[in-house]
């Protein structure tokens, strides 16, 4: 299960997750994204990982695409901190910095 809770802050819409990017989930948090992306493509992005605690090889695709679209990944703790830092090497590697 995951919990998705979008906030909006000045320019920022910031996605919340808790729980696991599984499955549909996956599918879940992409339509939440670009339902907001579309009414307003000129905002900032976050998907703010601090409460989850897996991702899926579907979820990890869908980061590196948010990413490749400008989208902030946030994570502190270790596991997510590290999965973050992984994904956006592996986006910078394949369409450079």
Excluded: Q, Y
């Excluded at 830092?85 to 910095?97: D, E, L």
Aim: aromatic content about 6%; glycine content about 6%; some cysteine.
């Amino acid at each position: 299960m995951l919990r998705i809770t979008t906030e909006e802050e000045g320019d920022v819409t910031r996605f919340r997750l808790e729980g696991k990017l599984i499955g549909d989930w996956v599918r879940e948090l992409e339509r939440c994204w670009i339902c907001v992306k579309h009414v307003d493509p000129s905002r900032r992005f976050v998907v703010d990982l601090n409460d989850v605690s897996f991702v899926d090889a579907k979820g990890k695709v869908l980061l590196e695409t948010m990413i490749e679209e400008h989208v902030e990944l946030e994570a502190d703790n270790p596991l997510m901190a590290s999965l973050a830092s992984s994904i956006a090497g592996a986006v910078r590697a394949t369409h450079g910095p």
